[in-house]
């Protein structure tokens, strides 16, 4: 059964003046301000696209990847995933970078990394994000 998750933006102005705020609707977890500045040149107040995308990101794969290291027969204690998604304003996103701290009781460095390399590519957001470059620093804690 497919699953449709919804967020909505409302924005007032053009582009360089302007602000805006987006909800998560589906969930109701919150509501963030969005503006261009903070996109372009950052700011410690403001959320922009590529801070939800990273969410995302960081969610999807350590779903993923614990579900890879179940099946191998290695449940990890814990797993924590920053996701660093760049945003160049005459290029556009430019990549996920994927850092992963992980305790997993009873695998081997070379299953690991293997496991983390498919969970990178099998993620259904790293599948979305296919146009961008998506590198990984997987390690054992």
């Known amino acids: 059964m497919a699953i449709t998750s919804e967020a909505t933006t409302v924005w007032h102005g053009d582009l360089l003046s302007g602000a805006g705020t987006t909800t998560l609707d589906s969930s109701g977890a919150g509501a963030f301000a969005v503006n261009w500045k903070a996109r372009s040149a950052g700011a410690a107040s403001t959320t922009t696209p590529e801070e939800l995308l990273g969410a995302a990101h960081a969610s999807c794969f350590s779903m993923a990847f614990s579900h890879a290291?179940?099946?191998?027969g290695t449940v990890p204690e814990s797993l924590q995933t920053t996701a660093a998604v760049t945003f160049d304003p005459?290029?556009?996103?430019?990549?996920?970078?994927?850092?992963?701290?992980?305790?997993?009781?009873?695998?081997?460095?070379?299953?690991?990394?293997?496991?983390?390399?498919?969970?990178k590519a099998g993620c259904p957001?790293?599948?979305a994000l296919a146009g961008v470059p998506i590198t990984l620093e997987a390690s054992l804690a």
Do not use: K, M, Y
């Open 125 to 127: 957001v790293s599948r």
């Open 69 to 72: 290291l179940a099946e191998f």
């Open 90 to 119: 005459a290029e556009g996103i430019t990549g996920s970078h994927l850092l992963v701290s992980a305790v997993v009781p009873g695998i081997e460095e070379a299953d690991f990394q293997r496991i983390a390399e498919e969970a």
